[in-house]
């Protein structure tokens, strides 16, 4: 029960906290439908804190994409080029992505101490807690690229197709 309970958390990391992140905004936008509609009136923070999910959901999101390999690509050069230059292609674009990502988490850390001053009009809340979803997306995302990496590395050197990441 356990093995199943640490296997579970290990392939939904990121879809935990989207999906919650997601059941808020959907929460919140359908009561405060209700509240207008029925008895005109709304909760002043709901839309804060449904927009603030809202970003949340999307950047968590897109690192358990990411992780799954699930974002949009050009598969075109890949279909046309033998086993061995697919893999060497797929670890050079692997390489490429992570010095990506390592870029944009340095930059929204910057973005993120930067933005400790500013606070959210109606709740007060300072908007680091907002931006730290760029910070841990791209990070999520670079971790994820050195795990790609290794598995392309391993690929190179067996017969496992390229790109395929393994939580062992």
Not at 1 to 8: A, D, G, N, P
Not at 28 to 50: D, M, Q
């Amino acid at each position: 029960m356990q093995k199943k309970v640490v296997s579970f958390f290990k392939n939904h990391f990121n879809d935990l906290p989207a999906d919650i992140f997601l059941s808020i905004v959907v929460v919140l936008v359908i009561v405060n439908v209700i509240l207008r509609y029925f008895f005109n009136h709304t909760l002043s923070w709901a839309e804060e804190v449904s927009t603030n999910s809202f970003v949340w959901c999307t950047f968590i999101g897109a690192a358990a994409c990411y992780r799954r390999k699930l974002l949009i690509s050009i598969d075109f050069l890949m279909t046309t080029l033998p086993p061995l230059g697919k893999k060497i292609l797929t670890l050079a674009i692997d390489i490429i992505v992570l010095m990506i990502n390592v870029y944009l988490t340095y930059l929204s850390i910057i973005f993120c101490m930067n933005s400790t001053i500013k606070t959210t009009a109606i709740m007060g809340v300072p908007y680091i807690y907002i931006n730290l979803s760029l910070a841990v997306s791209f990070a999520l995302m670079t971790v994820y690229s050195v795990f790609f990496i290794v598995s392309d590395v391993r690929a190179l050197k067996s017969r496992e197709p390229a790109g395929e990441l393994q939580w062992k």
